[in-house]
């Protein structure tokens, strides 16, 4: 399609000559003879160039350039000024009133061709770049909408509602960032007298990090019997896969070199008649036991990060839970979260209210810690996944009938 320029002059023998030396070229030219016409004209044809002279009777150039703008007729079209006068600030003017360039009557044959050339080049550019960006707002949005649908999976398959075990209180909070990220945990019965729980952070963002966790939840789901149950031949049929194992088969099926992805996970199982917790750890922010006297024990035992195919070791480790003690859970997410300033939350803010808190229910807790984040950030961009789990052991059967019969009657 021809590119279409519209020529502005009162001389019609300046006319004629821009008009011959341009269609010869091949543009598709049109005559205005002032500047009504030419508002009338731009608004009919919308050309693709102006070629406006400043002189003329009635509007000048300079109010014509400025109506066009005003009607939004310029939008990247290009007007390159005519004049017989040279003086700068002429030239200043018609760039300030949304001119683009100048030719100085008389001009060369040679001069108009290029001068018209140029600036229709950089339309084109113009043009292209906009319509480049117009696709690319529509596939962001289009991967916007698959992010947020994917963030959606991934947050379903968290855990919906507070399990209801005996001998334990438990408790969570999960702020997502402006991104999907690689947090998961859940909190599972594993058979009678057992509990499973654990906390993953994969590495990076996006949709690889959610679709290994959405993996590593299917992997370690207790119905499915693949990781943490061992089959056997004896009643009941499995045996519950200790920590230490679970985390070897997790480093075996899924390697860095596979993936791109390593992840940290902690894994523990939760003996609620006795109150034994085994565990191990890798690589993950050490949960804490929090003790009754305000005392706190890192769950530091196991290994390096999962993805390095077998290669090492992992470690468990077991611990005993008295009445009122917890475990804590949280990924770095929550001790790496940054203010404004640049300033980490750190692990020491968040080790003092464990323990002021200690007395106050699991919910409440999380609840003063989410706060103290939130006001120590004062509303900077959550920069990570922000996730605690809290649990509480209140005590075996035998302690809890104990305490009952222990407490005093109740007058009817």
């Known amino acids: 399609m021809k590119e279409k320029i519209l020529i502005v002059d009162d001389s019609e023998d300046i006319r004629v000559l821009l008009k011959r030396i341009l269609a010869k070229t091949g543009y598709d030219v049109t005559e205005a003879t002032g500047g009504e016409e030419a508002l009338f004209l731009a608004e009919a044809i919308r050309p693709d160039l102006v070629l406006l002279d400043i002189v003329m009777p009635g509007m000048d150039g300079f109010t014509v350039c400025e109506e066009l703008g005003r009607k939004g007729l310029l939008?990247?079209?290009?007007?390159?000024?005519?004049?017989?006068?040279?003086?700068?600030?002429?030239?200043?003017?018609?760039?300030?009133?949304?001119?683009?360039?100048?030719?100085?009557?008389?001009?060369?044959?040679?001069?108009?061709?290029?001068?018209?050339?140029?600036?229709?080049?950089?339309?084109?550019?113009?043009?292209?770049?906009?319509?480049?960006?117009?696709?690319?707002?529509?596939?962001?949005?289009?991967?916007?909408?698959?992010?947020?649908?994917?963030?959606?999976?991934?947050?379903?398959?968290?855990?919906?509602?507070?399990?209801?075990?005996?001998?334990?209180?438990?408790?969570?909070?999960?702020?997502?960032?402006?991104?999907?990220?690689?947090?998961?945990?859940?909190?599972?019965?594993?058979?009678?007298?057992?509990?499973?729980?654990?906390?993953?952070?994969?590495s990076g963002h996006g949709v690889p990090s959610a679709l290994i966790t959405v993996s590593v939840s299917q992997a370690l789901e207790p119905n499915s019997g693949r990781i943490t149950k061992e089959r056997t031949y004896e009643a009941p049929g499995y045996r519950i896969t200790s920590p230490g194992r679970v985390m070897e088969a997790l480093d075996r099926e899924y390697p860095i070199e596979r993936f791109g992805k390593y992840f940290t996970i902690v894994y523990l199982v939760i003996n609620t008649r006795t109150g034994a917790v085994t565990y191990s750890n890798a690589a993950h922010p050490s949960p804490l036991i929090v003790r009754g006297d305000g005392s706190m024990e890192p769950l530091d035992k196991g290994g390096t990060i999962i993805g390095l195919d077998g290669r090492l070791p992992f470690e468990e480790e077991e611990k005993s839970l008295r009445k009122g003690d917890r475990v804590v859970l949280f990924t770095d997410g929550v001790v790496e979260y940054q203010d404004s300033s640049g300033e980490f939350f750190g692990e020491n803010r968040l080790y003092s209210l464990l323990s002021d808190l200690r007395n106050e229910g699991v919910e409440a807790l999380l609840d003063t810690v989410v706060s103290a984040i939130q006001g120590f950030g004062k509303g900077a961009e959550v920069q990570d996944d922000i996730t605690l789990v809290a649990l509480e052991y209140t005590g075996s059967a035998e302690e809890r009938n104990l305490a009952a019969q222990r407490a005093p009657a109740r007058d009817i």
């Open 75 to 202: 939008t990247d079209v290009p007007v390159i000024f005519l004049s017989a006068r040279s003086d700068t600030a002429d030239k200043v003017r018609g760039l300030e009133t949304g001119g683009s360039d100048y030719i100085t009557k008389p001009f060369e044959k040679a001069e108009v061709l290029a001068r018209v050339e140029n600036q229709l080049k950089i339309r084109r550019l113009t043009c292209e770049l906009k319509r480049s960006n117009a696709r690319l707002s529509e596939k962001q949005a289009v991967l916007d909408e698959d992010l947020r649908a994917a963030a959606g999976i991934q947050q379903s398959l968290l855990p919906r509602t507070v399990p209801d075990i005996e001998s334990l209180v438990i408790a969570w909070k999960f702020m997502p960032s402006h991104v999907i990220g690689g947090d998961m945990f859940n909190v599972f019965r594993l058979d009678e007298d057992h509990v499973g729980m654990y906390m993953i952070d994969v």
